[in-house]
Nanobody
Framework: QVQLAESGGGLVQAGGSLRLSCAASGRTFSNRSMGWFRQAPGKEREFVAA????????YYADSVKGRFTISRDNAKNTVYLQMNSLKPEDTAVYYC?????????????????WGQGTQVTVSS
């Protein structure tokens, strides 16, 4: 079992930055891939970024590529999402997820555990 808790969300102006953190507790964090997803009002939850178990491989949605960076610190059981050059369309609830496997994935069904989410609001 893995418990996840996101933090770092908030209100920011367009062009600004935020850093989300996801603290994991429980077993086997370091051998799982981790991902970030988001859900905007009235829309389905969508993939944002993923990182493999070691942090050596990452993958991004086209909409955030070049602006967001995912990273992890296995010693601290924490995964991060650095978000730069934020746009109003990035407004959503952001969810951290722990994968079923060690390799990264953009598919929600490859993730076994989910956090409660943290709100990110970007004003224009």
């Amino acid at each position: 079992q893995v418990q996840l808790a996101e933090s770092g969300g908030g209100l920011v102006q367009a062009g600004g930055s935020l850093r989300l953190s996801c603290a994991a507790s429980g077993r086997t964090f370091s051998n799982r891939s981790m991902g970030w997803f988001r859900q905007a009002p009235g829309k389905e939850r969508e993939f944002v970024a993923a990182i493999n178990w070691s942090g050596g491989s990452t993958y991004y949605a086209d909409s955030v590529k070049g602006r967001f960076t995912i990273s992890r610190d296995n010693a601290k059981n924490t995964v991060y999402l650095q978000m730069n050059s934020l746009k109003p369309e990035d407004t959503a609830v952001y969810y951290c997820a722990a994968g079923r496997y060690h390799y990264l994935s953009s598919y929600q069904y490859d993730y076994a555990y989910w956090g409660q989410g943290t709100q990110v609001t970007v004003s224009s």
